[in-house]
């Protein structure tokens, strides 16, 4: 029966009254449990049911229940407690500090990163320092959009900073961090820099009292520029991070200095000391996701986790900050999409690795087309993204998409200039390219430019990878004397007295060992060779790393080695790590049970049954009925794994 009008209007005003009186009991309920002396989170969810109560005590209960939740980790549950306090009477200056609260948690998950409740809030401080930090979290949801220069004409606009030296000292280095993003406003910013510490590119200003110990972090900024530009070394850098990192800093400004000491650290490779200053950065001063100094200490763990060669911790860190590292979102942020990808594709996963780089848009808005932006053309973020793309590229078959990729990468340097190979090695997989696509001289000269390049920064990676792709691109003999050197400097750089071997480092000598084993068969002698060549199979698949390890055995195979050297496919090219995870896998058990039993990561527990299923020629986790219940009874021990 079709309602009439009157029916409508009686059931719409009996809805309400039913409302309002559940709003009614739940803010008896409220009234009675504060008497009573119930926490703050008990409270507040029934004034969350309530309505604005309009009274001081619900906004002040809403508040103290948004502390509660947020030490508690659900950060959920902080941003319903923090939007009600908003609804509810508060004085101008709480007011501003829960929007900024609100902002910091919305960030993560909102397009406009909490952008009108930042301009909100910055209207209503009043003290500069208020201001200024108030602008410095606006000025980052700014940047994350692609908007530089309208975060930096936040910060310009800001009244009483040059009076508080730390304020200015502050600001100068946020507005260096905003402006990485667009290359005229970081030659601007940086002049500014120069000009604030006395001193050139290239030289410490040790000696100047204008950058001396009143101003370390701009100095550790500056220091940053130059080591991306190339003009200074590692040496000399790392000489000057010390000195700059024991000088006492204001807690405003010591974010930056150990967000900028924490990623020269790891190009320099010292990634023990990155992991500390990064560490002591996040944990120590609680940057909330809306400092500018946030992405860069995120980046440092995540790039420290590649260069040792951890992928299973390069894709933890990335899906805890928000990437959909299986492809089954947008990606959100330019340098974690490209260690990302390149992890998936140095473990041979490069279906989830197109679908990942897929969903990455360059210099696109936020909310337009597919995926997100990583930054504009010449953003640094851009340039790695690109190189990644241009690796996995380079793995599917596409040369010359690959090389497209790699080329545009030199447009995202400093002032205007190519990248150096500090950002990116990009003239190094560039020239592989062009030797592959028969262009000996374009290739030559990519190479030697990565080679003087990398020197100058000096660091064993850097310039054994040179080397290596010098020697590939030159052949003949002196192509055989530069990748045996790259083979010595690499090995001698992993097994430095004193130093603990980094696993890292076989992600360089790997491709080295493979490139000298296949010169010295080239030129008859691939008995010499094939101990290179078993030494790189081992490495890579300690590893994990099944692209290289696959490329170590395909030459170890075109040398002529006996039916005595590891087999490439079939049950006896499993690897021991590889058995146990498949004996597991056939018996039932999940990725996730697999990963308790043996102690392995998830990730890892991915790439051996990846690398598995390869070998046994089979697609997927349901064909295993016979190849991998075969290899699971073979392999099978009632105790060995904690199993019945």
């Keep these: 029966m079709a309602r009439t009008p009157h029916s409508t209007t009686w059931s719409r005003s009996a809805s309400r009254r039913a409302h309002e009186r559940r709003e009614a009991v739940h803010r008896a309920a409220a009234d009675f449990r504060y008497r009573r002396g119930d926490s703050a989170e008990e409270v507040a969810w029934h004034l969350l049911r309530t309505g604005p109560v309009g009274m001081p005590r619900s906004a002040a209960t809403l508040l103290d229940a948004a502390a509660e939740a947020s030490r508690a980790g659900r950060t959920g549950d902080a941003a319903d407690y923090l939007r009600g306090a908003l609804d509810e009477p508060l004085a101008p200056g709480r007011r501003a500090e829960a929007l900024v609260e609100l902002a910091a948690l919305e960030a993560v998950t909102e397009p406009s990163g909490g952008i009108p409740r930042l301009t909100e809030a910055l209207h209503l401080r009043e003290l500069p320092r208020d201001r200024a930090l108030t602008a410095i979290a606006l000025g980052t949801a700014l940047t994350r959009r692609g908007e530089s220069r309208a975060a930096l004409d936040v910060l310009r606009g800001l009244d009483g900073v040059r009076e508080d030296p730390v304020l200015a000292r502050t600001v100068l280095a946020a507005s260096a961090l905003f402006a990485e993003r667009d290359g005229g406003l970081r030659r601007t910013v940086h002049a500014e820099l120069g000009a604030e510490l006395g001193t050139e590119p290239g030289t410490d200003g040790k000696d100047d009292g204008a950058a001396g110990p009143s101003s370390p972090t701009l100095q550790v900024l500056r220091l940053r520029y130059e080591a991306a530009a190339g003009l200074v070394s590692a040496e000399e850098a790392v000489r000057r991070l010390r000195r700059l990192t024991a000088i006492p800093e204001d807690p405003l400004a010591a974010p930056y200095l150990l967000g900028a000491a924490a990623c020269v650290a790891q190009w320099a490779d010292a990634l023990d000391w990155a992991d500390q200053l990064a560490a002591a950065g996040l944990a120590g001063h609680r940057v909330s996701p809306l400092h500018p100094a946030h992405g860069l200490l995120l980046h440092v763990r995540i790039d420290t986790a590649a260069a040792r060669g951890d992928f299973a911790r390069v894709l933890t860190y990335a899906e805890e900050n928000g990437l959909p590292v299986d492809g089954a979102g947008p990606a959100v942020a330019g340098n974690l999409a490209a260690q990302a990808v390149l992890a998936l594709a140095r473990t041979d996963r490069l279906a989830e690795a197109r679908r990942l780089a897929h969903g990455v848009g360059i210099g696109i808005g936020i909310g337009v087309g597919v995926g997100v932006t990583v930054g504009s053309e010449d953003d640094w973020e851009a340039g790695r993204f ?87 691109v030159t052949g003949g003999r002196r192509g055989l004397a530069l990748t045996e050197q790259a083979v010595e400097l690499l090995r001698g750089a992993s097994t430095a007295p004193g130093a603990v071997p980094d696993p890292g480092w076989g992600l360089e000598l790997v491709p080295a060992l493979v490139s000298h084993g296949r010169l010295l068969t080239a030129a008859g002698h691939p008995r010499r060779a094939r101990p290179l060549l078993r030494e790189a199979s081992v490495i890579a698949e300690r590893l994990g790393a099944t692209g290289l390890l696959t490329l170590a055995q395909d030459v170890l195979r075109v040398g002529g080695a006996r039916s005595g050297s590891a087999p490439l496919t079939g049950e006896a090219a499993l690897t021991g790590s590889e058995r146990r995870v498949a004996a597991l896998a056939a018996d039932g058990r ?4 697999i990963s308790d039993l043996l102690h392995l990561a998830r990730r890892t527990v991915e790439t051996h049954l990846t690398s598995t299923y390869r070998k046994l020629g089979i697609q997927r986790r349901a064909d295993p009925a016979g190849a991998m219940t075969a290899t699971a009874s073979s392999h099978r021990g009632p105790d060995r794994y904690g199993t019945p």
Aim: with cysteine; proline share 7%.
């Design 590 to 593: 999940t990725n996730a049970e």
């Design 386 to 472: 690109r190189y990644a793309r241009g690796v996995l590229r380079a793995a599917s078959g596409d040369r010359h998409g690959a090389l497209a990729d790699f080329l545009e990468c030199g447009r995202c340097g400093p002032d205007g200039e190519p990248a150096g190979p500090v950002i990116t090695p990009w003239r190094s997989a560039a020239a592989e390219v062009q030797w592959a696509l028969g262009r000996p001289r374009e290739a030559l000269a990519l190479a030697d430019e990565e080679y003087r390049l990398a020197t100058a920064w000096g660091t064993p990676r850097l310039v054994g990878r040179a080397l290596r792709v010098l020697g590939e």
